[in-house]
């Protein structure tokens, strides 16, 4: 092999897929099912809104592959740019969003800004007291349960070795080459790619690397099939965690949620995030201040997912700096569904070509300091 791939989520499933594109012999290693982790249990927001502004050239390329994901796949992963708006409700939200506006400009992200009067014509029953919102109309959604699969499947089409419920071993370094020993076999290959999502610190402590990293779970929710009339992806702009709510109605009526609720602390063994129903009816009242007709809705499943969140929220991406041959991509702190494209393009150009055109500095390993 030329690459290992550690992690079978949207990462390492869309990284498979572009270094297999690209003529590299990759084999796909996951503990346990392609996309069953934090991936599957993801909200499936495909935005560039409020993102760190180091992240949007990496944003704009991966919204650009979720435009071409039918075509590469032959299948629809229901990517949908329906719009993204984010609702206002204090002037300091509003002057938040103004701010953050003037300087995403400059990166390549162009957001309108809605008065009250454009709110209720052009998205009825959103907000009723909502001052402003922002709107990004070529950001949408996919489909979680989707995406990752098709990228394996489409990988293996290429020739990639997708591997399953392969607990692994252990990993050595050789001087040249890696070996990857699990349940399923060894694996031996000139370069390892981690992309191990809450458990990639863990592989990168291994090699001296040390990541500041937590394992949390996310508090999700879904809805009784309502009548479809909800288009774009709905958040808010707001400093207080109690409020930061989200949803999007998909296209069987379905009405996803979540957010203002605290995310609880995960476990890495066996790594099995649980939601908490205590919290659930301060999350619906934050979730009814930008649709108040969910308070009607009848909520039908509730789930979490483990996700890695990195001290300063922002991803490791990008070569090693201790071991040759060995690359990270993880710690996306439950914000790297609409990422996860671009990650995969990105970490395929700069392992078979030894560069890459999309900016990567702020995400490196070492940017913490000390060692493992």
């Known amino acids: 092999m030329d690459v290992i791939v550690l992690g079978g989520g949207l990462m390492g499933a869309a990284s498979a897929y572009f270094l297999a594109r690209r003529g590299a012999r990759v084999a796909l290693v996951e503990r346990n099912r392609i996309g069953s982790g934090a991936t599957v249990a993801s909200f499936g927001n495909i935005r560039r809104t ?48 103004r701010a953050y506006a003037e300087a995403a400009r ?62 692994v071993q252990t990993i050595r370094h050789t001087g040249s080459s890696f070996a990857v020993a699990s349940s399923k076999g060894t694996f031996d290959a000139e370069n390892l790619l981690n992309t191990a999502g809450a458990w990639g610190a863990r592989i990168a402590a291994q090699f001296g690397e040390a990541v500041p990293l937590d394992a949390r779970g996310p508090q999700m929710g879904v809805t009784e099939p309502l009548p479809h009339r909800i288009l774009p992806v709905v958040g808010i702009w707001t400093r207080d965690k109690d409020h930061g709510a989200y949803l999007r ?37 934050a979730v009814a201040r930008l649709l108040p007709a969910i308070a009607q809705a009848t909520i039908i499943r509730t789930w979490s997912g483990c996700e890695g969140y990195v001290r300063d929220m922002l991803p490791v991406m990008g070569r090693s700096t201790t071991t040759p041959g060995l690359f990270h991509a993880f710690g996306f702190s439950g914000h790297g569904f609409q990422l996860g494209p671009g990650v995969g393009d990105v970490m395929a150009e700069l392992i078979t070509t030894g560069r890459c055109e999309t900016p990567l500095d702020d995400f490196r390993v070492n940017r913490f300091g000390g060692a493992a």
Do not use: C, Y
């Open 106 to 167: 400059p990166w390549g992200l162009e957001l309108e800004e809605l008065g009250p009067n454009e709110i209720r014509s052009r998205f009825p029953g959103l907000g009723p007291g909502a001052i402003a919102a922002s709107f990004s109309p070529h950001d949408g959604s996919g489909n979680p349960r989707l995406i990752a699969p098709a990228f394996a499947e489409a990988a293996r089409r290429l020739g990639a070795e997708i591997v399953e419920n392969a607990g």
């Open 50 to 97: 409020g993102r760190h502004l180091s992240q949007l050239p990496l944003a704009h390329r991966s919204l650009r592959l979720w435009g071409e994901a039918e075509k590469m796949f032959g299948r629809d992963v229901e990517f949908r740019a329906t719009g993204h708006i984010r609702l206002i409700f204090d002037e300091g939200s509003l002057a938040d969003m």
């Open 249 to 285: 109605q998909v296209e069987r009526g379905n009405i996803v949620f979540g957010g203002a609720a605290e995310r609880v602390t995960v476990d890495l063994d066996p790594g099995h995030a649980a939601t908490d129903p205590k919290r659930l009816p301060a999350q619906l009242r």
